[in-house]
């Protein structure tokens, strides 16, 4: 069965702390990989993306993501975090035209 | 370009009462999603619609929800009678994929239902 694990539920960082966010999914077949954000009070908005090529994608806002096959991840990263990331963050695989969403992490970050 | 706009934004209802939400996709969007997102989880696929058909609607609790996407491009999901475990946040989502072509979905602001 298909699924999408995010590991953290509720993540607290200071401002200029790095950051990353797990993600493991289960699939099998081919599978494309993002992350969605949803700052707090507006619509879920697309982070990054990765259908095929380099594993490692950058997103807009600093933020990038690693494919790794090997361990089914696709964690996200930012080097450092401003008080305006905060907000949840969903990982999300697309298996034949159908979205797949994790449980989501809410990044609180404190100025 | 407009995003996906849904309506209404807040609906508070009583059980056993029928509710209505209204999604109108990015247009040239073929692809259109519903998802229901409870508190705390992640949003979870009720129906897909490619065009006018419902492609997999596996998810859907068809004893009381039913949706439509009449000539391709607005769709409405409707419960009927609403029960308090329908609380929670609906969103439509549309894309230019297929089951050939992949691409990322575009997500609506939702509409937040309260049964009471």
């Known amino acids: 069965a298909q699924s999408v694990s995010q590991h953290n539920h509720h993540v607290i960082l200071s401002e200029a702390a790095s950051l990353e966010l797990g993600c493991n999914y289960s699939?099998?077949?081919?599978?494309?990989l993002f992350w969605y954000v949803q700052y707090p009070g507006q619509h879920l908005q697309l982070l990054l993306k990765y259908f095929s090529g380099d594993p490692l994608v950058k997103g807009i806002k600093g933020f990038e993501a690693e494919f790794i096959k090997s361990k089914f991840s696709f964690n996200l990263r930012k080097p450092s975090v401003q008080w305006s990331d905060t907000a949840e963050y969903f990982c999300?695989?697309?298996?034949?035209?159908?979205?797949?969403f994790g449980s989501g992490t809410k990044l609180n970050v404190k100025p | 370009e407009a995003g996906v706009v849904q309506s209404p934004r807040y609906k508070i209802i009583e059980k056993k009462q029928p509710v209505a939400f209204w999604c109108n996709p990015i247009?040239?969007?073929?692809?259109l999603y519903w998802y229901r997102q409870n508190l705390g989880q992640g949003p979870e696929l009720l129906i897909r619609?490619?065009?006018?058909?419902?492609?997999?609607d596996s998810q859907l609790p068809k004893d009381r929800f039913s949706a439509e996407r009449l000539k391709g491009v607005d769709s409405t999901l409707k419960i009927q009678p609403a029960e308090l475990g329908d609380s929670a946040v609906y969103l439509c989502?549309?894309?230019?994929?297929?089951?050939?072509?992949?691409?990322?979905?575009?997500f609506g602001q939702g509409t937040r239902l309260t049964v009471v």
């Open positions: 247009s040239g969007h073929n692809t």
């Open positions: 699939y099998g077949g081919t599978v494309n």
């Open positions: 989502a549309s894309s230019l994929g297929s089951r050939r072509r992949h691409t990322e979905a575009f």
């Open positions: 999300a695989i697309d298996g034949f035209n159908k979205f797949y």
């Open positions: 619609y490619e065009n006018e058909e419902a492609v997999d």
